[in-house]
């Protein structure tokens, strides 16, 4: 067997091998789980610019996640999944409605705080999604209706 032969089937073994992994989904089928309507916190009133700003978060705390090509491809697609998966159990903007005040209290001190701190968006993500960072000015907003919605 050639050197020529033994790459081509080993590309062909890889590129199947991967093909087959896109099909396993650890954190379950979270692509299934993304719905199209709907806006973010429903029944709640959010200033336009806060709303816009809300979007930028809305593919990790959010049942409306746009899903890049390459979240579809193991074994990014795993990281891609957990990472999303991960975002919606701290928070779900498409649920904002059925947490309990007490909660939403909670989560409305953490967004003012990580969005204050610059530790949302993280870095990991907003390294190749530049159109998620938040400027001062978006950190500054976000803080500021977040403290007066508690």
Known sequence: M???RKAGLL?????TLVGLLSLVHPFGDLHGATI???????D???PEDIRHTLAKC??????????PAYSYVA?????????VSEGRKHLNFSTWQNYTQAQQL???????AETRSGQMPPSQYTLIHRSARLSPDEQQA?????????
């Open 2 to 4: 050639t050197l020529r």
């Open 11 to 15: 590309l062909a073994a890889g590129v």
């Open 36 to 42: 199209s309507a709907g806006s973010l916190l429903t």
């Open 44 to 46: 709640t009133q959010v």
């Open 58 to 67: 809305a593919d990790c705390h959010s049942s409306q996640t746009r899903w």
């Open 75 to 83: 074994p990014v697609s795993w990281l891609v999944q957990h990472d």
């Open 106 to 112: 909670d989560l409305l001190n953490r967004i003012a």
């Open 142 to 150: 976000m803080y500021a209706w977040a403290k007066a919605e508690r």
